[in-house]
């Protein structure tokens, strides 16, 4: 799983950020019975879409929600496209996908779902598109179906709900104020901005924010970094001080952020002295051990630091181990 799958899998598996996203892009998808302003989190389950085929197991960002209320309960599943290109078998892809969905739905009822009674239940299907190229595949599932117009009422007939950010100008979605602007402002692949600039304008809206938004900001800004930095072609990250050395700035920027940061720079230090691979790799796996040791006494859970780190399970048991003697 590449940097920009985890960045995004870790963002809409915030279920403060789903919200949002949910209310910013959404609310005309949803029915009039589901009002997303009355949603909480307590509505929002995420839903482990393990049971998917092995093809999605690799597209790991994509996300699973259930929203339950009083009186409905409906999925929304948000297929995250990271390919500039277009991909024209996607109502197909849907379709199999949601198949699947109602397949679980069905084991999990039991000999409940053969009630005349029982229903699926809905499922509203999103494609989430950041690539730099305009969408132009068929967005209904009739449309790759040769003479589908014979064969009406025969064939699934639906749609998908395309979000393509390339279509969502920069400063409309700075506008937005919050961590989620923010964030897929960095994605953006139509702002113009080179990186240092970017980075300013992140940080005069973290001085704007209020302390939950700037937090949720921070929590998520790694993943994007990384994804900034691979598109920029850079073969080394430019340095956070140019540009978060600030000291209103560096409060907002967690204890976590900034010991991987530190990981970085000595990694990097310590590559150049070793050789460049070599050492780069010892210094990471040197510094992601201190980092994991220091995440366990400050109670974060492992899957966590697997994923921040890269170590493996065995090797966080056996610093657990250590920490507990």
């Given amino acids: 799983m590449g940097n920009k799958d985890k960045a995004f899998r870790r963002l809409l598996g915030d279920k403060r950020i789903f919200l949002r996203f949910l209310r910013r892009f959404l609310r005309q998808d949803l029915p009039y019975t589901i009002d997303p302003d009355r949603l909480s989190l307590e509505n929002l389950v995420l839903e482990n879409i393990s049971f998917l085929p092995p093809d999605l197991a690799e597209k790991a960002s994509d996300v699973l929600y259930r929203?339950?209320?009083?009186?409905?309960?409906?999925?929304?599943?948000?297929?995250?496209?990271h390919q500039s290109k277009t991909d024209y078998l996607m109502p197909f892809r849907l379709l199999s996908y949601m198949l699947q969905i109602w397949n679980r739905c069905v084991e999990e009822a039991g000999e409940s779902s053969k009630r005349k009674d029982f229903l699926l239940p809905p499922i509203l299907p999103v494609v989430f598109y950041e690539g730099s190229l305009r969408w132009t595949g068929a967005k209904n599932f009739t449309e790759k179906v040769e003479r589908s117009e014979d064969f009406r009422g025969y064939i699934p007939d639906f749609s998908y709900r395309l979000i393509s950010l390339r279509e969502k100008p920069p400063e409309e979605l700075l506008s937005f104020g919050d961590a989620l602007g923010g964030l897929l402002y960095l994605s953006n692949p139509a702002k113009r901005e080179n990186l240092g600039d970017a980075l300013e304008r992140i940080r005069q809206l973290l001085l704007s924010l209020p302390s939950e938004e700037s937090e949720l900001l921070a929590k998520h800004f790694l993943g994007y970094w990384k994804i900034l930095t691979a598109?920029?072609?850079?073969?080394?990250?430019?340095?956070?001080?140019?540009?978060?050395?600030?000291?209103?700035?560096?409060?907002?920027?967690t204890y976590l952020e900034k010991e991987i940061r530190k990981i970085k720079k000595e990694g990097r230090e310590e590559g150049r002295q070793?050789?460049?691979?070599?050492?780069?790799?010892?210094?990471w796996q040197?510094?992601?051990?201190?980092?994991?040791?220091?995440?366990?006494?400050?109670?974060?859970?492992m899957a966590t630091i697997m994923e921040l780190t890269g170590l493996s399970e065995e090797r966080l048991r056996e610093l657990s181990r250590k920490t507990e003697n």
């Fill in 67 to 81: 929203i339950r209320t009083e009186e409905k309960e409906i999925y929304v599943y948000i297929l995250v496209e």
């Fill in 286 to 301: 040197e510094r992601n051990a201190s980092l994991a040791v220091s995440m366990l006494r400050k109670g974060f859970d």
């Fill in 231 to 253: 598109k920029e072609e850079s073969r080394e990250e430019a340095p956070f001080e140019e540009y978060f050395a600030f000291e209103e700035a560096e409060e907002m920027i």
């Fill in 274 to 283: 070793e050789g460049w691979q070599e050492g780069r790799q010892e210094g």
